[in-house]
T-cell receptor, first 113, second 111 residues
Framework: DAGVTQSPTHLIKTRGQHVTLRCSPI?????VSWYQQVLGQGPQFIFQ???????GRGNFPDRFSARQFPNYSSELNVNALLLGDSALYLC????????????FGPGTRLTVT | GDSVTQMEGPVTLSEEAFLTINCTYT??????LFWYVQYPGEGLQLLLK?????DKGSNKGFEATYRKETTSFHLEKGSVQVSDSAVYFC??????????FGKGTRLHILP
């Protein structure tokens, strides 16, 4: 079975631009969570979605938004990009809302110049 | 708020050495505890977990015991290999179902 997939793998954006990152969870998983991992740090929680509803939000500005589609895939959107948004963005899926069995994708490396 | 503190790296060991990476936590209630590993160029992989006090998680020769009295979850391995070189993250599940990670410990194993 395929694991969590994310696209694109890498991308480079300019300050002020907008970016959309995509995630496909493991088949049968209904929950998707997003994390930001700045170089040299641990991942920081951004959002959790379950059955297309937002279930949790981390301490990130409103420039960050997300949604989940009927097929349980998800998009993370970031507006008005800042240099500090440069990071590895990780998506994790699980069958329910609990975190005990979260499976992570390989991530999308975003560089803002 | 909930938090995880783990020893700073990098940690450099010779192959077959004994490994300990310290991790302590602060949390309200009784969180689940995890160790994740991130190999170069790859995403996070769950290495092991423990869901209640005195539970021992184990996988691939690694072990960690949930110690409520010392709020610790130290990672150990009796004999490390070059292939264990990676970044290790201690983490806990907060009450609102998000994972809180430590800053990570980079491990280098020399042949």
């Amino acid at each position: 079975d395929a694991g969590v997939t994310q696209s694109p793998t890498h991308l480079i954006k300019t300050r002020g631009q907008h970016v959309t990152l995509r995630c496909s969870p493991i088949s049968g998983h209904k929950s998707v969570s997003w994390y930001q991992q700045v170089l040299g740090q641990g991942p920081q929680f951004i959002f959790q979605y379950y059955e297309k509803e937002e279930r949790g939000r981390g301490n990130f500005p409103d420039r960050f938004s997300a949604r989940q589609f009927p097929n349980y895939s998800s998009e993370l959107n970031v507006n008005a990009l800042l240099l500090g948004d440069s990071a590895l963005y990780l998506c994790a899926s699980s069958s329910g809302t609990g975190v005990d069995e979260q499976y992570f994708g390989p991530g999308t490396r975003l560089t803002v110049t | 708020g909930d938090s995880v503190t783990q020893m700073e790296g990098p940690v450099t060991l010779s192959e077959e050495a004994f490994l300990t990476i310290n991790c302590t936590y602060t949390a309200t209630g009784y969180p689940s505890l995890f160790w994740y590993v991130q190999y170069p160029g790859e995403g996070l992989q769950l290495l092991l977990k423990a869901t209640k006090a005195d539970d021992k998680g184990s996988n691939k020769g690694f072990e960690a015991t949930y110690r409520k009295e010392t709020t610790s979850f130290h990672l150990e391995k009796g004999s490390v290999q070059v292939s264990d070189s990676a970044v290790y993250f201690c983490a806990l599940s907060a009450r609102d179902d998000k994972i809180i990670f430590g800053k990570g410990t980079r491990l280098h194993i020399l042949p």
